[in-house]
């Protein structure tokens, strides 16, 4: 149990479908980040939300849009996906150090949803 | 602009032989240094990280890996290596100065095979 739970772990749809991903974390953190695993390419950050707010949109298109009603939840809705979108779809989240800075937070990350786009 | 640069994409060693993953970094300033490890079907799992002190660090399940500010580098090493240790491995750095979040850079990853 990582404390971060995403849902569904596998998901297929086709192009014109509509779905959504789901992260939960039980770990009280503030920040939460998609991030993006394709093939032979490094892990994309997608997107942060830091106390329900988004501070990063790494130049995502608009057929992910990302939604973080509070602290504890984050989803990415999926409409109108291409075949390269097919991916491993990672959430993770983290908590500011006292007296550090934001990049020494240490992420922890879930296990991922793997969509498969027809 | 800051990268991770993973030389090997592929390792395999023997069960029991020492190991050396490779990571280097381009940043301007000390940067904060993680290793994740990503077994299959899994999340990423922190291993270890560095944010200053002591250049050589202790992670989880026997590694260490050792900051070299001069090499610009963050090696990953474990001194036997176990069958359950395949899996691939990300070094990654956090920028500081970004507030209350991380924004992680990472390298491509190093997949480890473990031959019996």
């Known amino acids: 149990e990582t404390g971060v739970t995403q849902t569904p772990r596998h998901l297929v749809m086709g192009m014109t479908n509509k779905k959504s991903l789901k992260c939960e974390q039980h770990?009280?953190?503030?920040?939460m980040y998609w991030y993006k695993q394709s093939a032979k390419k490094p892990l994309e950050l997608m997107f942060v939300?830091?106390?329900?707010?988004?501070?990063e949109n790494n130049s995502v298109p608009s057929r992910f849009s990302p939604e973080c009603p509070n602290s504890s939840h984050l989803f990415l809705h999926l409409h109108t996906l291409q075949p390269e979108d097919s991916a491993l779809y990672l959430c993770?989240?983290?908590?500011?150090?006292?007296?550090?800075?934001?990049?020494?937070?240490?992420?922890?990350f879930g296990a991922g949803s793997r969509l498969t786009v027809l | 602009a800051q990268s991770v640069t993973q030389p090997d994409i592929h390792i395999t060693v023997s069960e029991g032989a020492s190991l050396e993953l490779r990571c280097n970094y381009s940043?301007?300033?000390?940067?904060?240094l993680f290793w994740y490890v990503q077994s299959p079907g899994q999340g990423l799992q922190l291993l270890l990280k560095?944010?200053?002190?002591?250049?050589l660090v202790q992670g989880i399940k026997g590694f260490e890996a050792e900051f070299k500010r001069s090499q610009s580098s963050f090696n990953l090493r474990k001194p036997s290596v176990h069958w359950s240790d395949a899996a691939e491995y990300f070094c990654?750095?956090?920028?500081?100065?970004?507030?209350?979040?991380?924004?992680?850079?990472f390298g491509a990853g190093t997949r480890l095979a473990v031959h019996p």
């Open positions: 993770a989240s983290s908590s500011l150090r006292r007296g550090s800075e934001g990049g020494a937070n240490v992420l922890t």
């Open positions: 770990l009280g953190h503030n920040a």
């Open positions: 939300y830091n106390f329900k707010e988004q501070t």
């Open positions: 940043y301007g300033a000390t940067p904060y």
């Open positions: 560095y944010f200053s002190g002591d250049t």
């Open positions: 990654a750095v956090g920028s500081p100065y970004s507030g209350g979040y991380n924004k992680l850079i």
